[in-house]
């Protein structure tokens, strides 16, 4: 009998969810947002703000056993060490102040092709990486190269 075994198995088996979690945590952390359906994306922000709160852990830590032991919890579900270093370094930092709800949910229009809810996730501290514009690439290739390049012709 099935008492009280709350979890949203999704239509997939345990090892595909763990999978499926760990990859999308991973996505988020990198991108800081992702879109997926709405179902998905609300097991995945249960998940994603335990990992933060985890994370925060490591950086008001003194003892060097109890760091040790945060940063292998993350481990088992984030892989690349790249994000976890961005966890613990940027994200962590960014939401240090904040006592929970690190990310929010926005409802998306239903998907075309099988009309599935679909949401995005996105952390609160929010920030949009900067995008050079084409004129400032422009006017760096110019003080670069391009005169060496016309000296070389002639």
Do not use: C, W
């Not at 919890?73 to 790249?82: A, P």
């Not at 994000?83 to 960014?94: E, H, N, S, T």
């Not at 514009?133 to 390049?149: F, L």
Request: proline share 3%; aromatic share 6%.
């Amino acid at each position: 009998m099935r008492k009280l075994n709350n979890v949203k198995q999704l239509g997939r088996t345990h090892s595909h969810r763990k999978a499926m979690f760990a990859n999308m945590a991973t996505s988020f952390f990198m991108h800081e947002k992702i879109v997926s359906t709405r179902p998905k994306l609300k097991v995945l922000q249960g998940y994603v703000e335990r990992l933060i709160s985890r994370a925060k852990k490591l950086n008001v830590e003194t003892d060097a056993g109890k760091v040790l032991h945060h940063k292998r919890e993350i481990m088992r579900f984030i892989k690349n060490r790249d994000i976890i270093v961005k966890l613990y370094g940027d994200i962590a930092q960014r939401n240090q102040e904040r006592q929970g709800g690190y990310t929010r949910i926005i409802n998306l229009p239903r998907r075309n092709s099988d009309a599935a809810p679909m949401a995005m996730i996105e952390l609160i501290e929010f920030r949009e990486p900067e995008k050079k514009s084409k004129s400032s690439e422009r006017n760096a290739a110019k003080k670069t190269g391009d005169k060496k390049d016309k000296k070389d012709k002639k």
